[in-house]
């Protein structure tokens, strides 16, 4: 690996003055610096590779423009669409189209098999989401999930207290002003600790927070905001029930926690995994897919004997990094962010927090939650919900005997993980020579979580090429989401498949009727290498495979 100088060019080569950075090469294509990015042309010049260079052929970018653009690309290939779009949309809520719906499906799979197919002690659920409102009460819920928001009485704009304060902190680490921001994150800590909602008002005061609406600092006081929604369950209005939409799944775990102890004969340590809805009204929703009102969540409750929750944490904690990584993204975009305030309940709380154009940003929660949520459905539900430990104690030499297990929670949004995924998958490459300007955008997917694996292409659409391209479609698809286009030039396609991330583009031409051998094009390298047909399932299937991210 070298290291190169590198300045910063605009698309034009205007140098950016001053910005001289340190790039190792080997090689990330694409670095982000602050507010601008910097995108490396593989093919632009480096006379010796040894020596410091300063080069060209570097595109600058602002990191809200690459937002930007992701965002509207997810919604011209079919990622991602604004609910109810024809009415204007529903703030916040979004629908997956069907290049999204795959991606998805995939992201969720490989959290399956890697939490519940790979331990023989984790096992899968599905829990409704309507649940016994009691439940909500004894969770702690009803009383105590909200969000400080606080209204700016000129825009009558709302926003959540605590929000207003991160953004200045992290606008006073930005200004260097280090000092400012670690006193402002204690003083709001502390604040939100104590749920004092005047001082939290006064720091907004303090460090003179305007509304970037209206620019004015006219405040109302700060107020608790209850995130769930309710509704009513029953035919005859007077009758019915107020019941919730579940905010969290593992509630849906923590119930079933007795039947699925029993029914499957569970022994301590086990976890119980579920995929599933849940539903916020978030004060204020922002950032696309990252704070949605309804969304997907993938967790595990992990049932430990009390006393080992710490060791259970520590693993857990690593397990789920690696997780993350095993998909080939730099390790330097991630990182743990520990729980200061932890909430009343549990003993530890991590963050794994990955950067986002706009700043690192939660994408998993791993936390120690004791045995609260446990003890408390025993307390309002009166039923027994121990665990009998025959294991001999090497202290007491009698068994462990009866108790309510402690929880190890990993908590993982399924947006969040797809936004991620988009982010680093997306690239506009440069692709010009020295008398051609060319470009592509390419999604760098990893494989398995490809929404199309491979796309067949006949070069023309006679000569009995469309039937010889569909009979070894008719194949592959019986293994592969596979996708036939016979339009336009095969460039064109190949730009349509680079933009979804296929991984292979496959054309039968004429040479396929005489010998059955097909060209097959690489997303990543755009290598071309022609090959025998009937040996398409095992490239393909080599290259998909879970067992690259499993094992
Ligand atoms: P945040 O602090 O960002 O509001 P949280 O700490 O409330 O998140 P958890 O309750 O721990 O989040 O939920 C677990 C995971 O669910 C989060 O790490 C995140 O990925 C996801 N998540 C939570 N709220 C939302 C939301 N409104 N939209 C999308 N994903 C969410």
């Given at each position: 690996?070298?290291?190169?100088?590198?300045?910063?060019?605009?698309?034009?080569?205007?140098?950016?003055?001053?910005?001289?950075?340190?790039?190792?090469?080997?090689?990330?294509?694409?670095?982000?610096?602050?507010?601008?990015?910097?995108?490396?042309?593989?093919?632009?010049?480096?006379?010796?590779?040894?020596?410091?260079?300063?080069?060209?052929?570097?595109?600058?970018?602002?990191?809200?423009?690459?937002?930007?653009?992701?965002?509207?690309?997810?919604?011209?290939?079919?990622?991602?669409?604004?609910?109810?779009?024809?009415?204007?949309?529903?703030?916040?809520?979004?629908?997956?189209?069907?290049?999204?719906?795959?991606?998805?499906?995939?992201?969720?799979?490989?959290?399956?098999?890697?939490?519940?197919?790979?331990?023989?002690?984790i096992v899968g659920i599905d829990s409704a989401i309507f649940m016994h409102p009691k439940i909500w009460k004894a969770s702690g819920h009803v009383d105590g999930f909200s969000d400080p928001m606080i209204d700016n009485k000129d825009s009558k704009k709302r926003y959540r207290a605590d929000q207003l304060l991160e953004d200045k902190i992290a606008k006073y680490d930005s200004e260097g002003k280090t000092d400012k921001a670690e006193q402002l994150q204690h003083d709001m800590d502390e604040a939100l600790k104590a749920e004092d909602l005047t001082r939290l008002r006064d720091l907004i005061i303090e460090h003179e927070l305007a509304c970037p609406v209206s620019g004015t600092r006219n405040w109302t006081e700060v107020r608790q905001f209850n995130l769930m929604f309710s509704t009513q369950m029953g035919a005859v209005a007077d009758d019915a029930d107020t019941i919730y939409l579940r905010p969290e799944t593992a509630q849906g775990i923590f119930v079933n926690y007795l039947n699925v102890q029993k029914s499957g004969r569970m022994k301590i340590?086990?976890?119980?995994?579920?995929?599933?809805?849940?539903?916020?009204?978030?004060?204020?929703?922002?950032?696309?897919?990252?704070?949605?009102?309804?969304?997907?969540?993938?967790?595990?409750?992990?049932?430990?004997?009390?006393?080992?929750?710490?060791?259970?944490?520590?693993?857990?904690?690593?397990?789920?990094?690696?997780?993350?990584?095993?998909?080939?993204?730099?390790?330097?975009?991630?990182?743990?962010?520990?729980?200061t305030k932890l909430a009343h309940y549990a003993d530890a709380a991590y963050d794994i927090e990955f950067e986002f154009p706009f700043g690192f940003k939660e994408v998993e929660g791993i936390h120690s939650r004791t045995n609260f949520d446990l003890s408390q459905h025993e307390k309002f539900s009166g039923k027994k919900l121990q665990y009998f430990d025959p294991e001999v104690d090497p202290e007491t030499g009698k068994p462990f005997g009866n108790y309510v297990p402690y929880v190890i929670e990993t908590s993982i949004g399924l947006d969040r993980m797809f936004l991620l995924t988009m982010i680093n998958a997306y690239e506009e490459e440069d692709l010009s020579t020295e008398d051609k300007q060319d470009s592509r955008t390419v999604l760098r997917l990893h494989p398995c979580l490809a929404p199309v694996k491979a796309a067949i292409f006949p070069l023309t659409k006679k000569d009995g090429l469309p039937e010889k391209a569909r009979e070894i479609m008719d194949k592959l698809k019986l293994d592969f989401n596979i996708q036939y286009e016979e339009k336009d030039a095969i460039g064109k396609r190949y730009r349509r498949q680079d933009a979804i991330g296929t991984p292979f583009c496959i054309t039968v031409d004429h040479q396929t009727l005489e010998d059955n051998t097909v060209t097959i094009r690489h997303r990543d390298s755009m290598a071309q290498e022609r090959v025998p047909a009937d040996q398409l399932d095992k490239i393909i299937g080599d290259l998909v495979s879970w067992r690259n991210v499993l094992s």
């Open positions: 690996m070298y290291s190169y100088e590198c300045s910063l060019h605009t698309r034009s080569e205007k140098k950016i003055p001053g910005n001289k950075v340190l790039l190792e090469a080997a090689f990330k294509k694409t670095i982000f610096l602050g507010n601008t990015y910097l995108k490396v042309n593989p093919k632009s010049k480096f006379p010796n590779p040894k020596s410091k260079i300063i080069f060209a052929a570097i595109m600058s970018k602002s990191t809200d423009e690459l937002f930007k653009n992701v965002i509207s690309h997810a919604k011209e290939y079919g990622f991602v669409f604004p609910s109810s779009e024809i009415y204007d949309g529903l703030s916040a809520v979004y629908d997956y189209g069907q290049n999204g719906a795959e991606l998805k499906n995939n992201i969720k799979t490989y959290w399956w098999k890697a939490m519940v197919q790979m331990n023989d002690n340590p086990f976890g119980i995994a579920q995929i599933g809805k849940a539903f916020r009204n978030e004060v204020i929703a922002r950032q696309f897919i990252i704070r949605m009102r309804e969304f997907e969540q993938m967790e595990m409750q992990f049932f430990v004997r009390p006393g080992t929750q710490k060791e259970w944490f520590d693993q857990w904690k690593e397990t789920r990094l690696k997780w993350h990584l095993a998909l080939g993204t730099d390790a330097a975009k991630y990182r743990y962010h520990e729980h």
